[in-house]
Nanobody
Framework: QVQLVESGGGLVQPGGSLRLSCAAS????????IGWFRQAPGKGREGVSC????????YYADSVKGRFTISRDIAKNTVYLRMNSLKPEDTAVYYC??????????????????WGQGTQVTVSP
């Protein structure tokens, strides 16, 4: 059974950093792409970053390019999202998920499933 568990969220000041973790079970990351998504209050879910099964990032949202980095540890079967220079507009619940279709490269939430429970990130003075 596929399971994804996010952690690492919290309250951080603008300009600060966080590293989110997504622990995967029921499958191995070298056989699946994976993505990070977020949903801010009152807004729809959006793709933040996606990675293919070779561990190569294939997508970053324009709003996070140069600030966020997706990576993985195969031995731990865990994906990370390093977030630097955080802004108040990065406040959201962050989720990880795996693709349900072969054409997932646009990192669109509708093409992903097996969502974790999410981890809250709040950027505020």
């Amino acid at each position: 059974q596929v399971q994804l568990v996010e952690s690492g969220g919290g309250l951080v000041q603008p300009g600060g950093s966080l590293r989110l973790s997504c622990a995967a079970s029921g499958f191995t990351l070298d056989y699946s792409a994976i993505g990070w998504f977020r949903q801010a209050p009152g807004k729809g879910r959006e793709g933040v970053s996606c990675m293919n099964n070779s561990g190569i990032p294939t997508y970053y949202a324009d709003s996070v390019k140069g600030r966020f980095t997706i990576s993985r540890d195969i031995a731990k079967n865990t994906v990370y999202l390093r977030m630097n220079s955080l802004k108040p507009e990065d406040t959201a619940v962050y989720y990880c998920a795996i693709p349900t279709v072969s054409s997932w490269y646009s990192c669109t939430p509708a093409d992903f499933g097996s969502w974790g429970q999410g981890t809250q990130v709040t950027v505020s003075p």
